[in-house]
T-cell receptor
């Protein structure tokens, strides 16, 4: 399978704990995106990387959130001091550079904060 | 006004019906347009890009009207397997930014036997 993969698929954590998610993009894609989706809403953009450079961050991305893509391949998204409002599906997507903006999504990590 | 607005749905149609989804976007700088399909508790999957001249892929036809800032998706001869949520998606570039995908809330389609 050469699609986008994410790990873990599900994560249950207690409020105040830190969590880290991993995304492996499609191998030839140099752009990687993180989104968050809650029930009944479309995905909301969080941040994106071109190779190892983090080029854009949404104001949705509070100081408790940090993302890295150290070697321009896989990426991690860390949430510190989780809150119940962080419960959501965290989706990763990847794409080739412009002019092709078609993004392909991974299966997501469903986070539940209790 | 939300950046991308869609018909609220749900649409409940019988097999074989033709169904149309509409979407409007607020930013005239929008450059790329897509329809994604999302099954329950799954990730969005790209259904088709939408081109200015309109485009068709089998039973699916997408159209774009830049003047009205309106996008549509037509599904002909609907199948049970078409049941899903359809997301209208727009990419907007600002200055040197590459732009990000802005998703509508989605319209739920349920095709009944």
């Amino acid at each position: 399978d050469t699609g986008v993969s994410q790990d873990p698929r599900h994560k249950i954590t207690k409020r105040g704990q830190n969590v880290t998610f991993r995304c492996d993009p499609i191998s030839e894609h140099n752009r990687l995106y993180w989104y968050r989706q809650t029930l009944g809403q479309g995905p909301e953009f969080l941040t994106y990387f071109q190779n190892e450079a983090q080029l854009e961050k949404s104001r949705l991305l509070s100081d408790r959130f940090s993302a890295e893509r150290p070697k321009g391949s896989f990426s991690t998204l860390e949430i510190q001091r989780t809150e119940q409002g962080d419960s959501a599906m965290y989706l990763c997507a990847s794409s080739l550079g412009p002019p092709l903006y078609e993004q392909y999504f991974g299966p997501g990590t469903r986070l539940t904060v209790t | 006004r939300k950046e991308v607005e869609q018909d609220p749905g749900p649409f409940n149609v019988p097999e074989g019906a033709t169904v149309a989804f509409n979407c409007t976007y607020s930013n005239s700088a929008s450059q790329s347009f897509f329809w994604y399909r999302q099954d329950c508790r799954k990730e969005p999957k790209l259904l088709m890009s939408v081109y200015s001249s309109g485009n068709e892929d089998g039973r699916f036809t997408a159209q774009l009207n830049r003047a009205s800032q309106y996008i549509s998706l037509l599904i002909r001869d609907s199948k049970l397997s078409d049941s899903a949520t359809y997301l209208c998606v727009v990419n907007v570039r600002y200055g040197g930014s590459q732009g990000n995908l802005i998703f509508g809330k989605g319209t739920k389609l349920s095709v009944k036997p």
